[in-house]
């Protein structure tokens, strides 16, 4: 557990460290010689259940408050530092607020100094406390009343804190996400090179594993790791670490940069944000006011932006965004404190909603209002029901900085998502939306033209789902055109067992064509030779014989020779007969020619088709069988990709 300390300068912070763990935190000289601290120091305490204790002490003057802020980032438990002899102080509630902002609850409060104060006095500096508290929203904390200089409280308060860490929840990190590392201290080590000191916000570091700086980029190797000053081979989310990695100049990395994996080195300049004022601002936060963000251990020049203007009053919170003089990593759930533009004075906090807003301001509210909390599968979920054209999974994990795989589990089972290059997820709702309005255009279609088999998918998606990437509408389509009453053949849909040639004339023309295809085998006439033989207008015999391939019942071999789907069957499997007798499986179009008994114009044109179908690759003069299309399976069974070639014989 890692357990801060909070409260006025000379307070008695660095004291109250020592006596608990005898370890020194004050490293400076200057800190030493002026008794003050000006930098985030850091000890530890083994409790006697084997757990440990990390202690970070925060300066307390206001001028350190920047230092101060980057040493309390994820702590577990605090240490309100209120002395005897002066009470309540300004940084006494500052560092309060801070705490509150960053989503601390739990602390206990430590009046020192108790050995310069009756017990009246005590007794007044613990009313001031609990009013304190209640005003800046905090339950009461247990107050324990200590000596640096006698001793007197240190042991009871060794015990709270044994106390506290046996009962402490596992910290608010998701399991299997991707390591961040905050880094709040760089310095180098000899025989070593560069340490960087800080905490291990998520995921899990060990010796060897890759990291990189951010958002710098730059890469480094983990040659070393330590915790409470010993050597170990694995460090977890929540814990206090050094990190020593090796090919890394000191000069590339400073205090507010992170260490994170490769794959979760993702840096931007605006984020959106929940953002609560203070109630003791005297002024609005208005619309474009010049801030300083903290976050992480960084400490950031940016400006609030407002949807509409309009301003956040003292006391409240809203949604806003922030953008930012130099980008920053940063990730959903991520505390932050903002502070005045001269970065002399707190004045609110919150948390990143979306470290990667969209452009377009429709799909950035329905964002917004979905991600607003904490919780990533209910934050899901939202997603999910607002957003009509689908999640993409990789931007959803990239906000969360965790693995694509991990992000995917969350979904509700069965949930539409496509297998596009980008995995994208629907919600049953919304696709069954999308079904009801495809459903609707199609039969309008339908109505206006009975003659045509279906409707172009990119017609289709133009209409109905401009707004949605094609190859995704695509894909979640043929996923889905059963369950909506539809039938995708090619690249056109149509209404289940809708038949555009159901009509009697095509019907009586298709009595006389079939006959002549069927008869016809490997020699397979063109539309003007069926024109001729059957009489029918050769643009007829045209039409139709697209109108059946569109069916599946005719497969097109150029746009003027159309066959059964039986006969390319037979033909796929010469193909593999052709392949079996031949070297290494490669074949000419004369090998194939001379198995089939045609021209070697048809031929060429047979074998171009089973390229389209998948079943033959063309390399150079030659052919060999797709994987897939064994020469001894195909002969025994037909091709081994059916669904290409569909075999619906209607008379």
Not at 502 to 519: F, H, R, V, Y
Request: a positive charge; charged letters at 25%.
């Amino acid at each position: 557990m890692i357990v801060a300390t909070a409260g006025h300068i000379d307070h008695g912070k660095t004291t109250l460290v020592r006596a608990l763990t005898g370890m020194e935190t004050d490293r400076l000289k200057e800190e030493k010689a002026r008794g003050i601290s000006i930098e985030v120091g850091f000890a530890h305490l083994p409790l006697d259940d084997g757990r440990m204790l990390s202690f970070i002490d925060v300066p307390g003057h206001e001028r350190f408050i920047r230092n101060m802020l980057g040493g309390v980032y994820a702590v577990g438990h605090a240490l309100l530092v209120v002395a005897a002899d002066d009470g309540v102080m300004p940084q006494t509630r500052e560092h309060l607020h801070i705490l509150g902002l960053l989503g601390l609850r739990d602390g206990t409060v430590v009046i020192t100094k108790c050995d310069r104060a009756g017990p009246d006095r005590i007794a007044q500096v613990r009313a001031e406390v609990d009013e304190l508290l209640e005003s800046a929203g905090f339950p009461p904390f247990p107050q324990i009343a200590v000596s640096a200089t006698t001793g007197a409280g240190i042991g009871a308060l060794r015990h709270r804190l044994a106390e506290v860490a046996a009962l402490e929840s596992p910290p608010e990190r998701p399991d299997g996400a991707w390591p961040r590392f905050v880094v709040d201290r760089v310095f180098v080590a000899a025989g070593s090179g560069t340490v960087l000191r800080g905490t291990l916000l998520a995921g899990e570091v060990r010796i060897g594993d890759s990291l990189l700086v951010s958002p710098a980029g730059i890469r480094g190797r983990v040659r070393k790791l330590q915790r409470h000053g010993q050597a170990v081979e694995l460090v977890r989310a929540g814990e206090r670490c050094a990190i020593n990695l090796a090919n890394l100049d000191h000069a590339s990395v400073a205090r507010g940069d992170w260490l994170v994996h490769p794959e979760a080195d993702h840096v931007t300049d605006r984020i959106d944000v929940r953002i609560r004022v203070l109630r003791g601002e005297a002024r609005a936060l208005a619309h474009w006011t010049p801030l300083h963000l903290h976050i992480g251990a960084a400490d950031i020049p940016a400006r609030l932006a407002l949807r509409r203007g309009g301003a956040i009053e003292a006391g409240q919170e809203a949604l806003a965004q922030l953008r930012l003089d130099r980008p920053v990593h940063a990730a959903h759930g991520d505390r932050l404190i903002i502070r005045d533009q001269s970065a002399s004075r707190t004045i609110g906090g919150g948390f990143v909603v979306n470290p990667f807003p969209p452009s377009r301001r429709s799909r950035r509210s329905a964002v917004l209002q979905a991600l607003d909390g904490r919780d990533r599968q209910a934050g899901l979920l939202a997603l999910l029901d607002g957003l009509p054209d689908g999640v993409p999974m990789d931007w959803f994990a990239r906000i969360h900085t965790m693995p694509l795989p991990q992000a995917l589990e969350l979904l509700p089972q069965g949930a539409p998502l496509t297998r596009t290059r980008i995995p994208t997820a629907f919600s049953f709702m919304r696709a069954e939306r999308l079904g009801l309005r495809a459903a609707e255009a199609v039969a309008r279609f339908h109505a206006a033209r009975q003659d045509a088999s279906g409707i172009e998918l990119s017609r289709l998606h133009k209409e109905i789902a401009p707004g949605q990437e094609a190859k995704v509408f695509a894909d979640l389509v043929r996923q889905c055109a059963a369950g909506w009453g539809l039938e995708l053949v090619g690249s056109q849909l149509r209404l289940a067992g809708f038949d555009s040639t159901a009509n009697p004339q095509d019907k009586q023309s298709w009595s006389l064509i079939w006959p002549i295809l069927e008869d016809a085998g490997f020699q397979i006439p063109s539309a003007r030779e069926l024109s001729v033989q059957t009489s029918i207008p050769l643009q007829k015999v045209r039409d139709l014989l697209h109108r059946k391939a569109a069916l599946g019942e005719a497969v097109k071999i150029t746009p003027e020779r159309f066959a059964l789907p039986e006969t390319v069957e037979t033909l796929a499997r010469k193909a593999a007969e052709t392949a079996r007798r031949s070297a290494e499986g490669l074949f000419s179009a004369a090998d194939y020619r001379d198995v089939i008994g045609t021209g070697r114009a048809l031929a060429i044109e047979i074998l171009e088709c089973l390229d389209r179908q998948g079943v033959t690759l063309r390399q150079g003069n030659v052919r060999l069988l797709r994987a897939g299309h064994d020469a001894t399976a195909a002969t025994a069974a037909g091709p081994a990709h059916p669904p290409r070639i569909q075999n619906r014989r209607t008379r």
